[in-house]
């Protein structure tokens, strides 16, 4: 593994080595699961001073699993979503003191697929999970509401961009990228059945829900058209969201980094919304944290209106996460804990689907159904 790794960055370094960007070193980066990531670190400064870029090269497997194969094609559309947000207006629109954008594609080379990204304004950057993990309750509640809130502001302003009808040529471009969408179905709604024979005591009473729900999302997104799927970013949750590694106050003004757009595709928003909510929630869930769902609140406050289908749906979406991805999340938890996680998740699906109010309002969930 290691000299495989060792391959990739003299490939890296190579492909480089006429640009602009080449690198007197190439740091690797932890955190990311699919690419291979690194802090370069530049032979000569550019004209705008910078020193340092975030360099992304993608194989076709999982950088943490390579017998999990992928297309290379992803690197191609992120490419393209940055590109295209560089017309975004409200990039780098500042929030209550937080201001968002998305990184700058500054090179790309098909070749080899290889992108070059700019780097975090600060140099001491981390993701917003990591964040709340390490400052857990310093973070005040007025903090994580301002984040939250500023969190979901940007991504309804890039939801409206991106599918008003002056994007049409962004939306034609990443309808290209169908194959992630195809994954994110997958691993969330078709994995959801699957899981069952993982906790068939907690699931198995639950797979006629389970099936209807695959079937019915399904042939919801894949059904849909132009003018009914709608773009999105694909992968929005905590660890693609860079912030200073500094505790933060609402005062403080702050850059904020969206980055790893590879799975932007059109699907629906539901996606986006969904997967931010059950990571933030999982924080508080799993290490009592009050920050992870004092962020989730604000974060929808802060998108604003939601219509009352989609809102079901998004308690469904939790509830698969929960189910696939937070029981598989290394040192979380006890067993007792991943099973009370996986037995969340049902409950959240299953009430979902039957837009039990009841239930939600019983179980605290009614800020996600209620407008």
Not at 30 to 50: A, K
Not at 105 to 132: E, F, G, M, R, W
Not at 203 to 218: A, C, I, P, W
Not at 355 to 371: P, V
Request: proline share 5%; charged share 20%.
């Amino acid at each position: 593994m290691a000299e495989f790794q060792d391959a990739v960055a003299e490939l890296v370094q190579e492909s480089l080595a006429a640009t602009p960007y080449a690198c007197k070193s190439l740091i690797p980066l932890s955190g990311g699961s699919s690419n291979y990531l690194y802090h370069g670190n530049l032979m000569e400064t550019l004209p705008d001073g910078t020193t340092v870029v975030i360099i992304k090269h993608t194989e076709p497997h999982l950088f943490s699993n390579k017998n999990f194969k992928l297309t290379t094609t992803r690197t191609f559309y992120e490419s393209q979503i940055l590109k295209y947000l560089t017309a975004f207006p409200a990039q780098s629109v500042s929030c209550n003191n937080i201001t968002i954008s998305t990184p700058k594609l500054l090179h790309y080379d098909a070749s080899t697929n290889t992108q070059v990204h700019t780097h975090h304004p600060s140099p001491n950057c981390t993701n917003l999970k990591s964040y709340i993990l390490k400052y857990h309750t310093a973070i005040t509640p007025s903090t994580a509401s301002v984040i939250g809130h500023s969190l979901g502001n940007w991504l309804k302003k890039f939801h409206s961009w991106a599918n008003s009808p002056a994007q049409s040529e962004v939306r034609e471009v990443m309808e290209g990228n169908h194959t992630m969408r195809t994954l994110k179905l997958a691993i969330n709604y078709t994995n959801l059945v699957t899981m069952i024979d993982s906790f068939p005591k907690i699931l198995g009473g639950s797979r006629v829900v389970f099936e209807n729900v695959e079937k019915e999302m399904l042939a919801w997104i894949n059904g849909g058209t132009e003018g009914t799927r709608e773009l999105i970013h694909g992968d929005f949750w905590c660890g693609n969201v860079l912030l200073p590694d500094t505790l933060l106050y609402p005062s403080t003004p702050a850059a904020v980094f969206i980055t790893d757009h590879e799975l932007s595709h059109l699907s629906t928003p539901i996606f986006d919304l969904a997967q931010m909510c059950a990571e933030l929630y999982m924080l508080t869930f799993f290490k009592s944290i009050p920050a992870g769902k004092e962020v989730l609140t604000a974060f929808i406050e802060g998108y604003g209106p939601i219509e009352e289908d989609k809102r079901w749906r998004m308690l469904i979406y939790i509830g698969c996460h929960l189910i696939c991805w937070g029981s598989r999340t290394t040192g979380w938890g006890s067993m007792e804990q991943l099973e009370a996680c996986v037995e969340l998740g049902r409950d959240l699906v299953v009430n979902g689907w039957e837009r039990n109010r009841e239930w939600c309002t019983r179980e605290g969930w009614a800020f996600l159904t209620e407008d």
